[in-house]
Protein backbone atom coordinates (compact mmCIF):
# COMPACT_ATOMS: atom_id res chain seq x y z
CA UNK A 1 0.00 0.00 0.00
CA UNK A 2 1.67 3.28 -1.39
CA UNK A 3 2.19 5.76 1.33
CA UNK A 4 1.62 9.48 1.69
CA UNK A 5 3.24 11.46 -1.43
CA UNK A 6 4.08 14.95 -1.46
CA UNK A 7 5.72 16.86 -4.60
CA UNK A 8 8.08 18.38 -5.13
CA UNK A 9 10.48 17.17 -2.58
CA UNK A 10 12.18 20.68 -2.76
CA UNK A 11 11.94 24.45 -4.07
CA UNK A 12 13.60 27.46 -3.93
CA UNK A 13 11.27 30.75 -4.54
CA UNK A 14 11.79 34.65 -4.74
CA UNK A 15 10.01 36.59 -2.09
CA UNK A 16 7.04 37.39 -3.56
CA UNK A 17 6.24 34.54 -5.67
CA UNK A 18 3.80 31.93 -4.80
CA UNK A 19 4.46 28.09 -4.49
CA UNK A 20 1.61 25.37 -4.71
CA UNK A 21 2.51 21.73 -3.27
CA UNK A 22 0.57 18.89 -3.78
CA UNK A 23 -0.42 15.84 -1.30
CA UNK A 24 -1.78 12.47 -2.63
CA UNK A 25 -3.25 10.82 0.47
CA UNK A 26 -2.88 6.79 1.40
CA UNK A 27 -5.97 5.00 -0.25
CA UNK A 28 -9.14 5.04 1.31
CA UNK A 29 -7.98 7.93 3.62
CA UNK A 30 -10.28 11.10 2.94
CA UNK A 31 -8.87 13.58 5.39
CA UNK A 32 -5.65 15.13 4.57
CA UNK A 33 -3.77 17.70 7.22
CA UNK A 34 -1.17 20.62 6.40
CA UNK A 35 1.36 20.65 8.84
CA UNK A 36 4.75 23.49 8.96
CA UNK A 37 7.67 22.60 10.39
CA UNK A 38 10.53 25.82 11.09
CA UNK A 39 13.40 25.82 13.46
CA UNK A 40 12.06 28.16 15.71
CA UNK A 41 8.36 27.11 16.11
CA UNK A 42 8.47 23.68 15.50
CA UNK A 43 5.49 21.46 13.83
CA UNK A 44 2.16 23.85 13.43
CA UNK A 45 -1.33 22.66 11.76
CA UNK A 46 -2.09 24.43 9.10
CA UNK A 47 -5.52 23.43 8.13
CA UNK A 48 -7.20 20.06 7.55
CA UNK A 49 -9.60 18.85 4.81
CA UNK A 50 -12.35 16.12 4.87
CA UNK A 51 -14.58 15.33 1.08
CA UNK A 52 -13.09 18.86 -0.21
CA UNK A 53 -14.51 20.81 2.99
CA UNK A 54 -12.09 22.64 4.94
CA UNK A 55 -13.13 21.38 8.38
CA UNK A 56 -10.43 23.05 10.25
CA UNK A 57 -7.24 25.75 10.38
CA UNK A 58 -4.65 27.20 12.31
CA UNK A 59 -3.33 30.15 12.72
CA UNK A 60 -1.96 31.35 10.04
CA UNK A 61 -2.60 34.16 7.25
CA UNK A 62 -4.74 34.33 4.60
CA UNK A 63 -1.51 33.68 2.63
CA UNK A 64 -1.90 30.06 3.38
CA UNK A 65 -4.45 28.15 1.56
CA UNK A 66 -5.37 25.17 0.58
CA UNK A 67 -7.84 22.87 -1.42
CA UNK A 68 -9.12 18.89 -1.79
CA UNK A 69 -10.56 17.42 -4.44
CA UNK A 70 -12.44 14.78 -5.33
CA UNK A 71 -10.00 11.67 -5.26
CA UNK A 72 -8.76 13.18 -1.81
CA UNK A 73 -5.80 14.72 -3.39
CA UNK A 74 -4.57 18.17 -2.11
CA UNK A 75 -2.98 20.67 -3.02
CA UNK A 76 -1.43 23.85 -0.53
CA UNK A 77 -1.01 27.22 -2.08
CA UNK A 78 1.49 29.84 -0.92
CA UNK A 79 1.04 33.96 -2.35
CA UNK A 80 3.42 36.79 -1.64
CA UNK A 81 6.08 34.43 -0.32
CA UNK A 82 8.33 35.91 2.66
CA UNK A 83 11.53 34.73 3.93
CA UNK A 84 9.96 33.33 7.14
CA UNK A 85 8.06 31.04 5.37
CA UNK A 86 11.00 28.92 4.74
CA UNK A 87 10.36 25.36 6.26
CA UNK A 88 9.54 22.26 5.35
CA UNK A 89 5.46 21.51 4.58
CA UNK A 90 4.01 18.32 5.79
CA UNK A 91 1.09 16.41 4.79
CA UNK A 92 -0.61 13.98 6.69
CA UNK A 93 -3.36 11.43 5.74
CA UNK A 94 -5.95 9.57 8.38
CA UNK A 95 -9.36 7.71 7.56
CA UNK A 96 -11.37 9.83 8.53
CA UNK A 97 -10.12 12.16 11.01
CA UNK A 98 -9.62 13.28 14.60
CA UNK A 99 -9.37 9.58 16.37
CA UNK A 100 -7.33 7.74 13.87
CA UNK A 101 -3.34 7.72 13.12
CA UNK A 102 -2.07 10.11 10.94
CA UNK A 103 0.94 9.11 8.73
CA UNK A 104 3.02 11.86 7.19
CA UNK A 105 4.74 12.01 3.74
CA UNK A 106 8.02 13.35 3.26
CA UNK A 107 7.56 17.21 3.33
CA UNK A 108 8.46 19.76 0.34
CA UNK A 109 11.51 21.50 1.61
CA UNK A 110 10.34 25.32 0.64
CA UNK A 111 13.25 27.64 0.89
CA UNK A 112 12.56 31.44 -0.11
CA UNK A 113 15.34 33.99 -1.05
CA UNK B 1 1.36 29.69 24.45
CA UNK B 2 3.23 26.11 24.32
CA UNK B 3 0.31 23.80 24.94
CA UNK B 4 2.30 20.35 25.06
CA UNK B 5 5.55 20.87 26.08
CA UNK B 6 8.76 18.19 25.75
CA UNK B 7 11.30 19.61 28.40
CA UNK B 8 14.21 17.11 27.51
CA UNK B 9 15.48 18.02 24.59
CA UNK B 10 17.70 15.29 24.20
CA UNK B 11 18.84 11.96 25.84
CA UNK B 12 21.18 9.26 25.47
CA UNK B 13 20.91 5.66 26.36
CA UNK B 14 23.11 2.52 26.00
CA UNK B 15 21.80 -0.29 23.66
CA UNK B 16 19.73 -2.61 25.34
CA UNK B 17 18.77 -0.23 28.30
CA UNK B 18 15.21 1.19 28.44
CA UNK B 19 14.51 4.87 26.97
CA UNK B 20 11.88 7.08 28.31
CA UNK B 21 10.52 10.59 26.94
CA UNK B 22 7.92 12.57 28.38
CA UNK B 23 5.71 14.65 27.75
CA UNK B 24 3.51 17.37 29.31
CA UNK B 25 -0.31 18.89 28.48
CA UNK B 26 -1.79 21.73 29.75
CA UNK B 27 -5.07 21.56 27.55
CA UNK B 28 -8.05 19.50 29.72
CA UNK B 29 -9.59 19.19 26.47
CA UNK B 30 -6.57 17.16 24.65
CA UNK B 31 -8.08 13.34 25.20
CA UNK B 32 -6.21 11.53 22.00
CA UNK B 33 -2.03 11.66 22.30
CA UNK B 34 0.51 10.37 19.42
CA UNK B 35 4.42 9.63 19.86
CA UNK B 36 6.18 10.48 16.57
CA UNK B 37 9.70 9.39 15.51
CA UNK B 38 11.67 11.72 12.91
CA UNK B 39 14.51 11.79 10.80
CA UNK B 40 15.84 15.05 9.71
CA UNK B 41 14.52 16.35 6.27
CA UNK B 42 11.70 13.74 7.01
CA UNK B 43 8.15 13.36 7.75
CA UNK B 44 7.42 11.76 11.29
CA UNK B 45 6.88 8.29 11.44
CA UNK B 46 3.49 6.99 13.54
CA UNK B 47 4.91 4.64 16.16
CA UNK B 48 1.95 4.50 18.56
CA UNK B 49 -1.35 6.44 20.17
CA UNK B 50 -3.73 6.23 23.37
CA UNK B 51 -6.92 8.03 23.93
CA UNK B 52 -7.88 9.02 27.52
CA UNK B 53 -9.95 6.36 28.27
CA UNK B 54 -6.61 4.15 28.47
CA UNK B 55 -3.82 4.49 30.69
CA UNK B 56 -1.27 2.28 28.71
CA UNK B 57 -1.05 0.99 25.19
CA UNK B 58 1.51 -1.04 24.22
CA UNK B 59 3.17 -1.90 21.02
CA UNK B 60 5.68 -4.07 20.61
CA UNK B 61 8.98 -2.56 22.24
CA UNK B 62 6.40 0.86 22.64
CA UNK B 63 5.00 1.16 25.66
CA UNK B 64 2.85 4.13 26.16
CA UNK B 65 1.59 5.39 29.76
CA UNK B 66 -0.89 8.40 30.16
CA UNK B 67 -1.27 10.08 33.97
CA UNK B 68 -4.65 12.13 32.84
CA UNK B 69 -4.77 13.80 36.82
CA UNK B 70 -0.73 15.31 36.26
CA UNK B 71 -1.45 15.77 32.28
CA UNK B 72 1.85 13.57 31.59
CA UNK B 73 2.64 11.11 28.95
CA UNK B 74 5.44 8.96 28.60
CA UNK B 75 6.86 6.75 25.48
CA UNK B 76 9.10 3.39 27.06
CA UNK B 77 11.30 1.75 24.34
CA UNK B 78 12.65 -1.34 25.72
CA UNK B 79 15.21 -2.14 24.71
CA UNK B 80 16.64 0.68 22.87
CA UNK B 81 18.64 -0.03 19.40
CA UNK B 82 21.06 2.44 17.41
CA UNK B 83 18.01 2.63 14.84
CA UNK B 84 15.47 4.55 17.47
CA UNK B 85 18.47 7.11 17.15
CA UNK B 86 15.90 9.89 16.27
CA UNK B 87 13.86 12.90 17.50
CA UNK B 88 10.73 11.61 19.16
CA UNK B 89 7.59 13.72 19.20
CA UNK B 90 4.80 13.83 20.93
CA UNK B 91 1.11 14.96 19.81
CA UNK B 92 -2.03 15.52 21.50
CA UNK B 93 -5.39 15.82 19.85
CA UNK B 94 -9.09 17.02 21.04
CA UNK B 95 -11.81 14.24 20.19
CA UNK B 96 -14.72 16.47 20.47
CA UNK B 97 -14.62 17.57 17.16
CA UNK B 98 -14.42 15.52 13.83
CA UNK B 99 -11.18 17.28 12.60
CA UNK B 100 -7.60 16.10 13.14
CA UNK B 101 -5.63 19.03 14.81
CA UNK B 102 -2.24 17.52 16.38
CA UNK B 103 -0.51 20.06 18.56
CA UNK B 104 3.08 19.12 18.87
CA UNK B 105 5.94 19.00 21.34
CA UNK B 106 9.20 20.71 20.45
CA UNK B 107 10.26 17.15 20.37
CA UNK B 108 13.25 15.11 22.57
CA UNK B 109 16.50 13.71 20.06
CA UNK B 110 17.22 10.32 21.44
CA UNK B 111 20.90 8.65 20.92
CA UNK B 112 21.09 5.17 22.10
CA UNK B 113 24.56 4.69 21.86
CA UNK B 114 26.48 1.01 21.73
Known amino acids: KAGVTQTPRYLIKTRGQQVTLSCSPISGHRSVSWYQQTPGQGLQFLFEYFSETQRNKGNFPGRFSGRQFSNSRSEMNVSTLELGDSALYLCASNYQGVGTEAFFGQGTRLTVV | ?114
Open chain 2, 1 to 114: DQQVKQNSPSLSVQEGRISILNCDYTNSMFDYFLWYKKYPAEGPTFLISISSIKDKNEDGRFTVFLNKSAKHLSLHIVPSQPGDSAVYFCAADDLTGTASKLTFGTGTRLQVTL
